[in-house]
């Protein structure tokens, strides 16, 4: 009998120490016909073995761990907490691309079209993303961002996005002349006339991401790492009509799906029926290191005036969180939707990119301009010479390369770029499963600052679309 009670106790303290350990790494247990799923708590994950072959079942999948699908699932479960939600995501971290490789800058919302829905959510999106900053007290810099004319062409540009600016509500946005007024800001930088945006922040948007996903998992949502979606399929269950399925044969069922692939969305449209035009071609926007016993030179954000021909904001000093200062991007086709260097290079994603008309048609279009992005490339005192115009005490020997991002660029089959927020969905009769999947298929810079906003208007259309 005593032994009997001994191994009840056991039992039940192996049953709390499991239970603990599960709420600990967030770990609900999840059942799939693979053996292996991972399941994330913030930057932790852990890997459990699986025995069964039942299917998940859930209200709404959000495919992509990126900024905007970590957004619009937390904004949806805290809408709805009643849903039974998950995102599943192919890496084994959230945020492992456009979100984790990117300029960090908190944008004001200066350039963006009047009217348009980048101007609209960006402006909201910088007040959303502070505020949620103070409250989970996520680290973030208002260090300011400074927009430089350094000849007249450019002072009548700058002039223009002035107006623009005032007319997209910026906040607190000012127009300042002279060298002089130039230096109180930035001691070190050189123009006629500048732009002064002084809430344009800087932060680390995978920390804000890690943040998004537990909020999401607290309230209840489930994230799978390491779950690339290859398959959108009708199931044979009418509760829950989409079977996602994974590339190494994991199975999910849902009523609903949220796309927000970033790189992949074109990819991931079309596997519920939707034409992959718009095409995403990846442009990688490689950055230099400003020598860190220069970095005190740089205050805030210095940018250039924006050719309005071209659709980067140009290359540009940005501080980093940790103290260092980036400068770029640049602009060059990647050989690889996810390729961060040169010799990333995947040939049938190159051969989508070169071989799509509208790639061609804009290739041709800005012909000279790549070349030149591809020798400053190249040869990267090329590109300090863009730079010294701004700061001029900076030369070649400050510099080293650094790390890189790649924008997915939705293209148009005339060869113009998307500018603006795209969604998709392929209604091909009440009951197909094009109907049920929803695709964010173009969310740009700057879409980590209006990533709260994008997720609130994310969800309002799900409202309009699903039956939730
Ligand atoms: C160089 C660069 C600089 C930028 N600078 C700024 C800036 O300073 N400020 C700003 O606001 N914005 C900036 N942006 C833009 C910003 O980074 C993006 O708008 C934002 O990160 C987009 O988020 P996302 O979630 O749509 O995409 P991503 O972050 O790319 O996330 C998409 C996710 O989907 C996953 N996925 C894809 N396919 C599948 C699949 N089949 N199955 C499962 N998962 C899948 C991917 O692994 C990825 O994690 C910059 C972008 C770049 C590239």
């Known amino acids: 009998m005593k032994k009997l009670q001994i191994d009840f106790d056991f039992f039940f303290e192996l049953l709390a120490i499991m239970s603990y350990l599960a709420r600990f790494f967030g770990g609900l247990f999840v059942v799939s016909g693979k053996p292996k799923l991972i399941l994330c708590e913030g930057a932790k994950s852990i890997e459990r073995s699986l025995g069964t072959s039942t299917t998940r079942e859930y209200d709404v999948v959000v495919v992509g761990g990126g900024i905007v699908g970590a957004a619009s699932a937390r904004e949806l479960k805290l809408r709805h907490p009643k849903l039974k939600m998950a ?47 103070d409250e989970k007290k996520i680290p973030y810099k208002k260090v300011g961002k400074l927009i430089v004319a350094t000849d007249e062409v450019e002072v009548k540009r700058l002039e223009e996005l002035h107006q623009r600016a005032i007319e997209n509500k910026v906040p ?15 001691p070190h930088c050189v123009g006629l006339q500048a732009l002064w945006s002084p809430h344009t922040g800087i932060i680390d948007y995978s920390i804000v991401t890690q943040q998004y996903g537990i909020d999401f998992k607290e309230k209840g949502g489930e994230v799978y790492l390491n779950f690339e979606v290859n398959k959108f399929e009708k199931s044979q269950d009418p509760k829950y009509p989409v079977l996602i399925q994974s590339k190494d044969g994991q199975n999910v069922k849902s009523k609903y799906v949220l796309t927000c692939g970033g790189l992949q969305s074109d990819k991931l449209a079309e596997l519920s029926g939707c034409p992959r035009s718009p095409r995403i071609v990846p442009f990688r926007g490689e950055y230099l290191l400003l020598n860190p016993e220069k970095a005190h030179m740089i205050r805030g954000n210095i940018y250039p005036v924006p050719d309005p021909r071209f659709p980067f904001l140009g290359v540009h000093f940005t501080p980093r969180m940790d103290g260092s200062v980036w400068l770029g991007p640049n602009a060059v086709l990647a050989f690889k939707r996810e390729g961060y260097t040169w010799a990333d290079i995947n040939i049938s994603e190159l051969a989508d990119s070169i071989s799509y008309p509208g790639f061609i048609k804009l290739a041709l279009k800005f012909m000279f301009a790549g070349a030149q992005e591809v020798i400053k490339s190249a040869i990267p005192s090329l590109q300090v010479k863009s730079l010294q115009k701004f700061v001029p005490e900076i030369s070649a020997k400050d510099v080293e390369r650094g790390p890189a991002g790649v924008r997915a660029q939705a293209l148009d089959i005339s060869g113009n770029l998307i500018e603006d927020f795209v969604f998709d969905m392929y209604k091909d009769g009440d009951d197909s499963i094009g109907s049920r999947v929803l695709h964010c298929r173009n969310a740009p810079s700057p879409g980590a600052t209006s990533s709260l906003a994008i997720a609130k208007m994310m969800v309002e259309k799900i409202e309009s679309e699903f039956e939730i």
Request: hydrophobic share 35%; aromatic share 6%; glycine share 10%.
């Open 87 to 133: 995102i599943l995501e192919k890496e084994n971290e959230l945020a492992k691309h456009q979100t984790g490789h990117n300029s960090g800058v908190i944008h004001a919302g200066i350039y963006y079209k009047p009217g348009s829905l980048k101007a609209k959510l960006c402006v909201e999106g910088m007040q959303l993303m502070y505020k949620y900053c």
């Open 172 to 186: 607190d946005i000012k127009l300042i002349k002279g060298v002089e007024e130039i230096k109180k800001i930035e």
